[in-house]
T-cell receptor
Framework: AQSVAQPEDQVNVAEGNPLTVKCTYS??????LFWYVQYPNRGLQFLLK??????LVKGSYGFEAEFNKSQTSFHLKKPSALVSDSALYFCAVRESRGSTLGRLYFGRGTQLTVWP | DADVTQTPRNRITKTGKRIMLECSQTKGHDRMYWYRQDPGLGLRLIYY???????NKGEISDGYSVSRQAQAKFSLSLESAIPNQTALYFC?????????????????FGPGTRLTVT
């Protein structure tokens, strides 16, 4: 069965420092991987996705993520954190075969706090 | 996202009441989804719909029903609300292209409905 794990409930980082939000996945075939961000009182916003191709994908707001097939990971990164990056981040996965409905499986979320 | 709207944004109701949450989209997407979000549990899929005639249960459909009135509208009903249905509910939409790798575009989410059942 497909699943996503975000091992850290909370990540704290100082503004200007690099940040990493971790995600590991489990699927039976090739994965399609996504990161979403949720700001307070808002819906989820799409940040980036890995479907195929380069393992390093770039997304919105200066975020990037690295797909590592051998470690089944898709960690979200940013070279220099901003206070405005503080939000709840969700990793999601979908299988590349089987059902074609586009169903996503979400992790439990990681609360990122960037302090000034 | 203004392209996906949800009403109401907040609702408090009593146990046993019937309640409907509504979702409308202007993105022209065929696929629509209902999720609930609970603290520490992430998002869980309740129902999803490929098009007006195609509705499917998700992982936690018990106690819920849906109606796809049109391509742009997808409603979620709680026939008899209970306190453990207190949660944040999100509607989402996505496009689909069989010729595209994965055939799949990212999902776009509405702002959410905060439902409290007392």
């Amino acid at each position: 069965a497909q699943s996503v794990a975000q091992p850290e409930d909370q990540v704290n980082v100082a503004e200007g420092n690099p940040l990493t939000v971790k995600c590991t996945y489990s699927v039976s075939g090739n994965p399609y991987l996504f990161w979403y961000v949720q700001y307070p009182n808002r819906g989820l916003q799409f940040l980036l996705k890995y479907i195929t191709g380069d393992n390093l994908v770039k997304g919105s707001y200066g975020f990037e993520a690295e797909f590592n097939k051998s470690q089944t990971s898709f960690h979200l990164k940013k070279p220099s954190a901003l206070v405005s990056d503080s939000a709840l981040y969700f990793c999601a996965v979908r299988e590349s075969r089987g059902s074609t409905l586009g169903r996503l499986y979400f992790g439990r979320g990681t609360q990122l706090t960037v302090w000034p | 996202d203004a392209d996906v709207t949800q009403t109401p944004r907040n609702r408090i109701t009593k146990t046993g009441k019937r309640i409907m949450l509504e979702c409308s989209q202007t993105k022209g997407h065929d696929r629509m989804y209902w999720y609930r979000q609970d603290p520490g549990l992430g998002l869980r899929l309740i129902y999803y719909s490929f098009d007006v005639k195609d509705i499917n249960k998700g992982e936690i459909s018990d106690g819920y029903s849906v109606s796809r009135q049109a391509q742009a509208k997808f409603s979620l009903s709680l026939e008899s609300a209970i306190p453990n249905q207190t949660a944040l509910y999100f509607c989402a939409t996505s496009d689909w292209d069989r010729g595209r790798p994965g055939g799949y575009y990212e999902q776009y989410f509405g702002p959410g409905t905060r439902l409290t059942v007392t």
